[in-house]
């Protein structure tokens, strides 16, 4: 069974571009939740979505948006880049909710310049 | 609010020597799980070992174990024959079976295996 999959792996962006980011849960997993990982924070909870509504949030401002397809495939969106979101955003996925383990993708680099 | 606290920033150790990796954790939920998570410089996080509160006996996976002290809120990861594949960051993690399902992760300890 393949694994999380996260395009794309690396990504160079200039302040107030936006950006996407998408996930691949493993096959048959409904719940995707994102991370962002940075040295300085460590890893901090974006948000969770299951059947295509987000669930859970995290302390990030608006800027931040994501949703989830029928496939369970997620994006998320970063609007208005600043040079603090540069970091590495995992995404993770899980079989259900009440699953949990959760099985992490190899993120996407992504530096603001 | 749920925590998670790792107090080694770093640590490192001889190949084939034992080495513990310490996690404390606060909360008030009486039933969740812990994990230990590796990240080695590829990045990818891989699931190491995952421990249920309600079972009092640790769980062991080879060469991995972890001490599960419920009362002291304690989850220490012991690797045993420390193998120079070891090196990676280890985070501790947390999620109450309350129904909240997020995560909490700790800040992370990142050992090497020296040859």
């Known amino acids: 069974k393949a694994g999380v999959t996260q395009t794309p792996r690396y990504l160079i962006k200039t302040r107030g571009q936006q950006v996407t980011l998408s996930c691949s849960p493993i096959?048959?997993?409904?719940?995707v939740s994102w991370y962002q990982q940075t040295p300085g924070q460590g890893l901090q909870f974006l948000f969770e979505?299951?059947?295509?509504?987000?669930?859970n949030k995290g302390n990030f401002p608006g800027r931040f948006s994501g949703r989830q397809f029928s496939n369970s495939r997620s994006e998320m969106n970063v609007s208005t880049l600043e040079l603090g979101d540069s970091a590495l955003y995992l995404c993770?996925?899980?079989?259900?909710?009440?699953?949990?383990?959760?099985?992490f993708g190899p993120g996407t680099r992504l530096t603001v310049t | 609010a749920q925590t998670v606290t790792q107090s080694q920033p770093e640590m490192s150790v001889q190949e084939a020597e034992t080495v513990t990796l310490s996690c404390t954790y606060d909360?008030?939920?009486?039933?969740?799980?812990l994990f230990w998570y590796k990240q080695p410089p590829s990045r990818q996080m891989i699931l190491v070992i995952r421990?249920?509160?309600?079972?009092?006996q640790n769980a062991t996976e080879n060469r991995f174990s972890v001490n599960f002290q419920k009362a002291a809120k304690s989850f220490s990861l012991k690797i045993s024959d420390s193998q120079l594949g070891d090196t990676a960051m280890y985070f501790c993690?947390?999620?109450?079976?309350?129904?909240?399902?997020?995560?909490?992760f700790g800040t992370g300890t990142r050992l090497k295996v020296l040859a």
């Open positions: 993690a947390f999620i109450g079976a309350s129904g909240t399902y997020k995560y909490i």
């Open positions: 096959s048959g997993h409904r719940s």
């Open positions: 909360t008030s939920e009486s039933n969740y799980y």
């Open positions: 421990q249920e509160a309600y079972k009092q």
């Open positions: 979505y299951f059947s295509e509504t987000q669930r």
């Open positions: 993770a996925s899980r079989a259900d909710r009440n699953d949990y383990e959760q099985y």
